[in-house]
């Protein structure tokens, strides 16, 4: 099956300072990625839509500013934390569905746990 | 905007079945479910499209019905496999492909 892959898993830093968060399709290309925030027990939240070459959409309530998406390429996405402060430590997740095809089945990255200090 | 998810928690003995609901005010395009393991991604399980269909995966299987807006998930002969939370993801007719709204989850336990 098609495989996203994020990195870091985890990463620990000082309030402040920003955080890029990768999110790469490995075997497949993907026109749409879309990144989620989890907190512990609670539901995925999409946080906005990137798409490859084109602004990225935000949901509401959501900073554009703080939250920068880059989706440079078919295969990558990225999402920078800017200015991290501590209620930003979440669980990310980013998925992606298959490009040109849709089956509607989106695949998971294994997600990146932030922890802002 | 969010679909309703029920029950919240559900324990069960290998064996046993349960049903996970999902309901929403919006007219929905599709239902898609997903189980998420602790500290995993979530996996896929299936979609279900307006049309009013049902869909079955070994003995996974679910339904659609979209004049009520509602689908169900049934778990049968429930195995220790399946614990973890159950997700689901609805998208909108009128709304981007892939965009879901995920429910709060239904967290299934299935001890021996």
């Known amino acids: 099956g098609a495989v996203v892959s994020q990195h870091p898993s985890w990463v620990i830093c000082k309030s402040g300072t920003s955080v890029k968060i990768e999110c790469r399709s490995l075997?497949?290309?993907?026109?749409?990625m879309f990144w989620y925030r989890q907190f512990p027990k609670q539901s995925l939240m999409l946080m906005a839509t990137?798409?490859?070459?084109?602004?990225?959409?935000?949901e509401q309530g959501v900073e554009k500013d703080k939250f920068l998406i880059n989706h440079a390429s078919l295969t990558l996405s990225t999402l920078t934390v800017t200015s991290a402060h501590p209620e930003d430590s979440s669980f990310y997740i980013c998925?992606?569905?298959?490009?040109?095809?849709?089956?509607?089945?989106?695949?998971f990255g294994e997600g990146s746990r932030l922890t802002v200090l | 905007q969010q679909p309703v998810q029920s029950p919240q928690a559900v324990i069960l003995r290998e064996g046993e079945d349960a049903v996970i609901n999902c309901s929403s005010s919006?007219?929905?395009?599709?239902v898609h479910w997903y189980r998420q393991k602790h500290g995993e991604a979530p996996v896929f399980l299936m979609i279900?499209?307006?049309?009013?269909e049902q869909k079955g995966h070994e003995k996974i299987s679910a339904s659609f019905n979209e004049k009520k807006q509602q689908s169900s998930l049934y778990l049968t002969a429930s195995q220790l496999s399946y614990s973890g939370t159950y997700f689901c993801?609805?998208?909108?007719?009128?709304?981007?492909?892939?965009?879901?709204?995920f429910g709060k989850g239904t967290k299934l336990s299935v001890k021996p």
């Open positions: 990137s798409n490859e070459g084109s602004k990225a959409t935000y």
């Open positions: 993801g609805t998208e909108m007719i009128g709304g981007s492909q892939g965009n879901l709204i």
């Open positions: 998925s992606a569905g298959l490009a040109g095809v849709y089956t509607g089945e989106l695949f």
């Open positions: 075997d497949f290309q993907a026109t749409t």
């Open positions: 279900l499209l307006k049309g009013g």
């Open positions: 919006k007219a929905l395009y599709s």
